[in-house]
Every structure is written in structure tokens, then in C-alpha cells.
């Protein structure tokens, strides 16, 4: 996700300017024609196989059941999405586009098409006096969609990571019209949209700065208590004043289940919100960045949960609450901050999503770069939080959340999943077979990925795919798909192992 304060990105550690640029296939560590390239080198493999990558800050996808469809955010259409030249020769827009997808029987999709754009774009938009942010993109509609969710009536939430608006904000499209739902401080981003099976938002505020209003000085995670998804509302109106540097609603009131910084209810460690422990247990830092959320209900009504959401720093790390509903609001019980000591840490957990078999899907954004010089200082954060030399191929997976179903320990089971490929991974979405997923391949000249598990339930192994777009007079992308490879978590984890790191 983009970074709007630049020293607050390198401050954290979570800006990657490299992210996503291409590499010479001889600068690369790992060979191209190695059998497990597809997985480790997935970018530079789909590219050698004649897939498209020339995509742009491929953000958040939606999954709508209702309507069988998908949707993808491309947050911003440059690069060489609108260089006019290779398969994508898009009119330029900074502030971006949403794309649909139509599914077929078999969960495929051979068609993207722009349904919400961003825009129009006003370079010469003046600074804002108070905040000294630019309101190039119209206030009116969308810029630079970043998050998505589809709820059960097929309404498509979206959420924006901009410096092109003030304030930030969450938009609720039917189709037809675009309602702005809720704003958040100047300098703060929303992450974390999800709709819970009963139809409560929730979202988080993301790296606000130290002006804003009291809680919203620090990251929150939070729900909106007294709305619900289809009901009518009257937007919220665009922040002035004071109002820049507060979170507003449209319509019920957004409660904060956690803030960074303060203790974990009945952690077992003592732990806070945010907090990052190097594998020997001492403080590396606290992270202002919460991002997607992953709400897996225990109970038949979903009045009790449990609620992960990832934090994307790095080392990244994902809090744990379970929570359970007390009359209008909810109450937070205990919680965790999870483990990644088993899987040699994780990095810049970005947004996420819900398996259909209720457990969590992480996700690792920016992976390190692989070039033969200069790996060592991109990957130096994790060699401090390991205390050795860390493997740039030891990130860039989607990673599953599993709360233990033997109960043989209160700790979360990690699954890191080699076998989706190594991408900067935004999110991934299980479809309703089990088996098929698309991700979101965060970064420029990125490729569209798709995975089909062997098994229903099981994404230790499957076939991995990436896509050959041929665009249309209409602006919409055709694909074709390119099966890249098929493999399974232990062989390419071994692979990741045997790697020379010179």
C-alpha cells in the first residue's frame, strides 16, 4: 500500500521503493531455469512464459457471492499500464480504477472491466491550508481504491489509500451510485474493510499522524455499532476544520475494539497491540500500521469471534482478540499477538481475507528484492529480527491463521504457503470451490496470479497460474491464462532452503 507521510514510511520501514521493479533474469539469485523458478522468481517466470506484466499497484479483490463476480482495485493507471506500449495501453488516471470480473462454472474469470473510476485528476489542485494535502482527485468519487469487500446484498465497499483526497474514505457502490460511508484523519489511511456475516462493518485507521484527535493519534482496529450494510444513509460530507484530523461515520457510531499501544486483554505474555519481539524475545518495535482484518465467528450467530488483523511493518506481525457481542457494542476478552518465529518472520502483512473453511489469510507484501547485489541490506530488518543472515526467499507467500482445532496449544497455527507463489502479495481470495484463488500483486509491473489447490480445503499444493491480457477497443483486459507451474509447500520449501546466498 502506498505510503503518504514519506518519513513516516522510513521511519517504520515499511516503504519499498524497489517494489515491483523488474530485474535482469542474470541479476537474479535464483536461476530462471530451475524447476521451482515459477514460485520463487514468480514475476520474472510469468514474464519468460509470455504472461502480461505490466500492471500497476493491483490492490484489494472482492469476492461477490451474490452476483458471481470479482473485483480488483488497480489503485492508480500509469506506468507502464498507460506507456502505451506491450498488452495494456490504458488511458493514464492517478486515481485509479475498479475493475469487475464475471466468474464462470468453474470459479474462472477471461474479462476484467472498469465498473468504478477514479477522477477526473487535477494537477494543479491547491494545498489545503491546514493540512498541506491536495484534493486532485474529485472529492465526489473515488481515489486511488486500495481495499474491497462485497457484502451478501452485493454492495462493493471500497476503501482508498490516497494523498489525492484530504481525508481519506469509504465508499459503499450498489452499482449505480457511490455513497461516501466514513472519513478518517488527514495523513491516515482506511484498511481492514470487511462486512461480517451479519452485516457489521469494519475498518481501521491506519498510520494517522500524531495530530489527529485522541484515539485517532495512533492506529485503531474498530467496528461500526448501529448500522447495517444495506441500510439507507446520508452520506458523511466532506471533513472541514477540525473535522479534518477526526474519524466520522455516516450513520451509527465506530467503536475501537484495539489501539496500538495498549495492552492485549489477558494476553498470556503481556503483550500490546502492535507489538513486534525479535526471536529472542526483546522489543523491536511498535507498529502503526494495522491493516486487513480476518473475522472467523465461532458461534452460529456470529455474536462471538475471533478477529485477526495483520499490522504491515517489518517484520510484520497479526493481533489476535476474541470478542463477543455485549448489547450494542462488543467486548474484547483476550487476544495474542501471533507467533511467526516457526516460519522465520514475516513481512509487511498488507490485507487479507477469510478461507470458506473460517480460518485466516495473511498475506506478505513487498517481497525482498532478489538481486545478486544489495539483497543482504533489503532483507537487514529480518536479519535483526532473526539475529542472522535472513533469505530474501523466505518471504513473499500468503500465510494462513489456523486457532488451533486440537487444542494442544493457545497459540495460532502458521502456514506459510509456498506453493501460491512468491509475489508482493496485496491479498488472496479462496473461492466457493475451495480451490481457486486470485490475488492482488501489489507493485508496478506485476503480473495477475491465479491458484487452483489439488484439494478442496488445502492450499499446500496446487497449479499456479498468471495471465496474458489482450485489451479491447471497449478499454476492458481479455486473459488468458498461462499455467506456470505445480508444486507443493514442502518441495519449494526445501528449494527456499538450498538457495546459494552469495
Known sequence: MVRKLTVLALATGTCCLSAGAALAADDLLFTLNDPMAAFLETRAYAKKMGATAEFNKMEGVAYDKKNNKIYIAMSSIEKSMSDGQGDIKIAENPCGIVYEAKLDASFNITNLK???????????????????FKDRCDVNNIANPDGLFADQHGNLWISEDTSNHTNNALWRWD????????TVPTGAEITGIIV????????????????????????????????????????VGVPKGDDIYDTKVAKGSYQILARVGEPIPNDLYGQRFGQVNRTDGTLMEMCNHPDGNMFLPITAKGDEAYLYTNYECRPGNVGKIYMKRNGEKWDVLDGENVSFASVKGTWNNCNASVTPWNTGLSSEEYEPVSAKSGWQKNVAQMSDYLGKQASPYDYGYPIELIP?????????????HYAMGRLSYEMS?????????????????VILAKFVADKEGDLSAGTLYAGKIAQKADASLDITWIELGRSNNGDIYEAVKAVALK
Open 114 to 132: 472498469p465498473v468504478v473510476i477514479g477522477g477526473p485528476y487535477d494537477k494543479g489542485a491547491k494545498s489545503s491550508v491546514v493540512s498541506g
Open 175 to 182: 452499482g449505480k451510485k457511490l455513497e461516501r460511508f466514513a
Open 196 to 235: 461480517t456475516p451479519n452485516d457489521d462493518v469494519m475498518f481501521n485507521v491506519q498510520h494517522p499522524t500524531a495530530m489527529s484527535k485522541f484515539p485517532y493519534n495512533r492506529g485503531t482496529v474498530g467496528i461500526v455499532n448501529g448500522f447495517k450494510t444495506n441500510d439507507k444513509f446520508s452520506e
Open 404 to 416: 488451533d482445532p486440537k487444542g494442544e496449544s493457545a497459540k495460532t497455527l502458521v502456514v506459510k
Open 429 to 445: 481470495v479462496v473461492m466457493n470451490d475451495k480451490k481457486t484463488v486470485y490475488s492482488g500483486d501489489d507493485g508496478s509491473d
